[in-house]
């Protein structure tokens, strides 16, 4: 059986069916019963908001002999033609993908014959903004005297991109992002009729992640569900999607409430530990603390943004007065600002635990001293913890380090990853510190130009070592690893998109960072002979310019150092 993705399975086929855009389908449908159809329609907003969708029964409905209160028959001939993709009358053009004028010239030239089966010839140009100077002074052309009996719909998501000759002669809807309840209730249908069990927080999830795409939150359902074994969990959904399981929100919320700044760094180091990305940390910290303090005034309605609630969180809510929540926001905010500007992103999320675990300091000082007479004692240790702490920041000492060995040693896999080391070893024998740098610089853009499915399956990875034909990127998660390095399309994809951004692409060579260091040195001791090295020290740096003179041999040098960075090699 062909697999085909959840969001072509389940695409709405009726107005009706259109989510999150009521105000447009309703002035769509009129426009059809009144017969009074536009020949240029702009579709603009987000990607995954329905432009397509809406266009495609827009354009069934144009052409349907048997309309049912403004709605396509989705029964006819016609509307199942459509419905395939199958009629020549209705062209779906992506300019994403073709930006040259020919696609547009052709158009010119066919533009004027009438329609073979249909009523109306129909346009769907999608990511119009992406077309060239002259493909849209062509299309400008075009639209300046439409000829009869034609349609245009141009779809963008970035509509300033659009020239303002082209937007004055069309009529312009703008498609919202999708709430957070219809993309939950539209997820629920689907998983009600596919027969699968699901946990209801799990689809909060998916939907606060999906940021008002249903296109991403159903690719994000897809990937969960090829994880699934008998009910989708909430657990599945947050690893998937790189969330803060609310477990380990309500630890560090819990630990910042009782000023353990100790505690809450641990707390820290595990989320980070487990591949959590600073900015998505910070964004959902800032929501949690927003529904601390509504679910004071609002409850049902956080219950209803949040799914079903832990009683850490509903005992914090009370705990905590209200200014110590707007502090944690304001400082988790300012924190946000902070990371945009900088690449110790880590260093700015233990700062701010540390701001956060100390910030209303004197109110506890006097509750303390009130409530329990040990109080000047516990706020010396306090303090000289916390000096210890701003300490070893100010060192750039990895607070964690002691933690991630706990961690490494106790971490238990459902499945493990076999480690292709025979393929590790052969990129490692020609690596160089240039491609791994250019990888690291264009990871996080490179995240960004996946779709949800592709980029929930690289996010918790790093490129640790790479040449110029392939790359071995360490992923935090065995479940993760097996499925990347079994998923041709999205190698493919990474492939595609790195060549695009800098010019060569990579294979996709993965390991698990629990073996990672091992594979390392392995290599590196198996190496020694070949690259005739004394040692290779990581922690102490040399001068770069000092290094050639110590060597007999500078290409054996030169290859280590390209390896491995000049400040990482020391030449004895
Ligand atoms: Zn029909």
């Not at 997820?187 to 946990?199: C, W």
């Not at 760094?265 to 600073?278: D, F, N, P, R």
């Not at 990672?516 to 102490?540: C, G, H, S, Y």
Request: hydrophobic fraction near 40%.
């Amino acid at each position: 059986m062909n697999y085909q993705a959840l969001y072509r399975t389940f695409r709405s086929q009726r107005f009706d069916e259109i989510i999150g855009q009521k105000a447009i389908s309703i002035t769509l449908k009129q426009a059809i019963l009144q017969g009074k159809a536009s020949h240029a329609y702009l579709f603009t907003g987000p990607r995954g908001t329905g432009k397509t969708s809406v266009a495609r029964i827009f354009a069934k409905a144009l052409n349907c002999h048997h309309l049912q209160d403004g709605e396509p028959c989705n029964q006819c001939e016609m509307c199942i033609a459509i419905t395939e993709d199958r009629l020549e009358d209705v062209l779906e053009i992506d300019a994403a993908s073709n930006n040259g004028v020919d696609e547009i010239r052709n158009l010119r030239d066919t533009v004027k014959y009438s329609p073979v089966l249909a009523d109306y010839k129909i346009y769907i140009i999608d990511e119009v903004h992406m077309l060239s100077t002259n493909a849209f002074n062509a299309l400008l052309k075009i639209l300046e005297e439409p000829p009869a009996n034609v349609v245009f719909i141009l779809a963008t998501t970035e509509v300033h991109k659009v020239l303002p000759t082209i937007i004055s002669r069309t009529q312009r809807f703008n498609f919202k992002r999708i709430g957070i309840k219809d993309i939950v209730y539209h997820l629920k249908d689907i998983l009600q009729k596919l027969k699968i069990k699901f946990e209801e927080k799990a689809l909060y999830t998916i939907a606060r992640v999906a940021e008002g795409s249903m296109r991403d939150a159903l690719s994000i359902l897809d990937q969960a569900i090829s994880f699934t074994e008998d009910t989708l969990t909430s657990e599945d959904t947050m690893m998937i999607t790189g969330s803060l399981t609310r477990d380990m929100m309500d630890r560090y919320m819990l630990a910042v409430y009782e000023k353990n700044v100790e505690k809450s760094l641990k707390v820290l180091g595990t989320i980070l530990e487990q591949g959590k990305e600073a900015k998505r940390f910070l964004e959902d910290m800032i929501l949690y603390n927003r529904d601390l303090l509504m679910y004071r005034y609002a409850a049902q309605l956080v219950t209803e943004i949040r799914g079903v609630l832990t009683d850490t969180f509903k005992q914090l809510s009370i705990k905590l007065c209200s200014e110590d929540i707007y502090t944690y926001i304001k400082l988790l905010n300012e924190a946000q600002q902070e990371i945009r500007l900088s690449n110790l992103t880590n260093v700015y999320l233990e700062v701010v635990t540390v701001k956060l675990a100390t910030s209303s300091q004197a109110s506890s000082i006097i509750k303390t001293w009130e409530n329990d007479h040990k109080g000047l004692e516990s706020l010396r240790e306090e303090l000289s913890q916390l000096q210890n702490i701003v300490k070893n920041l100010q060192k750039g000492k990895d607070i964690f380090s002691e933690n991630r060995l706990v961690n490494n040693n106790s971490s238990k896999s459902k499945a493990d990853y076999k480690n292709p080391v025979a393929q590790i070893h052969q990129v490692l024998l020609s690596a160089t510190k240039t491609h791994l740098t250019t990888l690291k610089k264009v990871w996080p853009d490179l995240l960004n130009s996946l779709d949800a499915r592709c980029k929930a399956m690289m996010k918790a990875s790093e490129p640790v070592a790479a040449n110029d034909g392939q790359m071995v990127v360490a992923y935090d998660y065995d479940i993760l690893a097996i499925k990347a390095s079994k998923d041709e399309t999205l190698k493919q994809v990474v492939r595609n998109n790195l060549n695009k951004m800098i010019g060569f692409a990579p294979d996709l060579v993965i390991v698990t960072n629990s073996q990672w260091p091992k594979l390392r040195r392995a290599f590196i001791k198996e190496n020694r002979k070949k690259l005739q090295l004394d040692k290779v020290d990581m922690t102490q740096n040399i001068v770069a310019k000092d290094y050639k003179s110590f060597n007999k041999d500078a290409d054996i040098i030169d290859k280590a150092v390209n390896l491995f960075g000049k400040d990482m090699v020391k030449v004895r």
